[in-house]
């Protein structure tokens, strides 16, 4: 069976899909068998996978999952290709594509919806290393589902103010989400983000995170560098981005997915 792993965030902007590519990066670059589920309607992952449009969206079969199957309906990412160019076709990166199609289903009732990822999942996955469902900024059904269905939850989180409270936002809402269901998040751990290592408020905030959280923060933290949003918009994987920052950048992630593993 995979590790099967939610990267959540109840605050906006704080990197959320791109930590989820970050991780997929290590894996793929580790010779593993990656499945990340685009859960976010804005399907900013399955952009960021190079993911083709075809077949059906995760939205989609979870509305009607009668009709559509998660097997039928898994695509390769087109990251598959560039690992191969270099040299290094161990790994693979299959992708459920996010759409906004998922978006109606947030008014859906909890309790009839909260297994239906698990569902979906529940013997079309077994043949993968790791899953990362990339989860919308909200705590509503998506992510209840998306939980529901993990063994790990990761909340992002950026050094600022806001940021530390939706952290503290998140961990209670986990906290709540296994009180009131019969689900339960086995581990939890936070990620700090877009860091700038020379400056004091940064600095500040990720001792705050620390003494606030403990252990749950993750010894890592990844380094706000110039090129990361070239590297992502390119739609490429960090181990295989050829500059000195993006393979900083990129062991740190491998560093990430070893912790996780």
């Known amino acids: 069976m995979p590790l099967i792993v939610s990267i959540s965030s109840l605050k906006g902007g704080v990197g959320k899909t791109s930590v989820t590519l970050g991780l997929t990066s290590a894996a793929l670059h580790a010779g593993q068998k990656v499945l990340v589920i685009d859960l976010d309607p804005h399907g900013d992952a399955s952009t960021g996978l190079n993911a083709p449009t075809?077949?059906?969206d995760i939205g989609s079969m979870l509305a009607d999952?009668?009709?559509f199957s998660l097997r039928d309906n898994i695509v390769l990412s087109g990251w598959n290709a560039i690992a191969q160019g270099q040299?290094?076709?161990d790994g693979v990166v299959h992708v459920v594509r996010g759409s906004a199609s998922s978006t109606p289903l947030e008014q859906a009732p909890l309790p009839q919806?909260?297994?239906r990822l698990l569902n979906l999942l529940q013997g079309n996955v077994d043949d993968y290393d790791v899953v990362f469902i990339d989860c919308p900024p909200t705590l509503g059904v998506l992510t209840s589902m998306a939980?529901?269905?993990s063994d790990r939850v990761i909340s992002v989180a950026?050094?600022?103010l806001f940021s530390v409270a939706g952290t503290e936002r998140t961990l209670r809402a986990?906290?709540?989400f296994e009180e009131n269901s019969q689900y339960s998040v086995s581990s939890a751990s936070v990620i700090l983000n877009k860091v700038r290592p020379h400056s004091n408020e940064h600095s500040y905030r990720v001792e705050e995170m620390k003494v606030l959280f403990g252990d749950l923060v993750a010894d890592q933290f990844l380094e706000?560098?110039?090129e990361f949003q070239r590297v992502q918009g390119s739609a490429y994987p960090m181990h295989y981005w050829p500059s000195d920052d993006a393979q900083r950048c990129a062991a740190v992630f491998s560093d990430i997915l070893q912790g996780l593993t």
């Open 54 to 56: 075809t077949g059906a």
């Open 65 to 67: 999952p009668e009709r």
């Open 87 to 89: 040299k290094n076709s």
């Open 113 to 115: 919806y909260l297994s």
């Open 147 to 149: 939980w529901a269905a």
């Open 158 to 160: 950026e050094p600022s």
């Open 174 to 176: 986990i906290t709540r």
């Open 224 to 226: 706000d560098f110039e």
